[in-house]
């Protein structure tokens, strides 16, 4: 699925950025209220309305060092809300990612939130 920039605006990146623009910190509290660091919510939430993709990929879109884009995955994995599995023969950084059932819940939880 291509990046979609119109779909980030209306997505929960888009509206968690200007929620936390405007609250300042509501967000941080809201997100650290479902147990997820400030610095992986980012990931979370591309993975919530882009889907499935590569570490490289995502790390691309987030604007992240691929390192760090990993230790959030494994940080988001410990906690159940993504999982992996190869994408080729390729280095583990070609490794697809998406959220858990879990993870699904908890980025619906905190839209539904951002929303009310």
């Known amino acids: 699925m291509p990046y979609d920039d119109k779909k980030i605006d209306d ?3 888009g509206q968690s950025a200007a929620f936390f623009v405007a609250e300042d910190d509501s967000l941080a509290g809201l997100v650290l209220s ?3 660091k400030i610095r992986d919510f980012i990931l979370l ?3 919530s309305d882009q889907g499935s993709m590569s570490i ?4 691309r879109v987030v604007g992240i060092e691929l390192m760090k884009a990993d230790r959030g995955l494994e940080r988001l994995a410990a906690a159940g809300l993504v999982t ?10 070609e ?6 059932s879990r993870g699904k819940d908890i980025a619906k939880r905190i839209s539904d939130q951002l929303s009310s």
């Open 34 to 36: 479902h147990g997820i």
């Open 45 to 47: 939430s591309f993975l």
């Open 56 to 59: 490289v990929r995502l790390a």
């Open 95 to 100: 490794r697809m990612v998406s959220l858990t």
């Open 11 to 13: 997505s929960i990146a």
């Open 84 to 93: 992996s599995e190869e994408a080729s023969s390729e280095p583990d950084f």
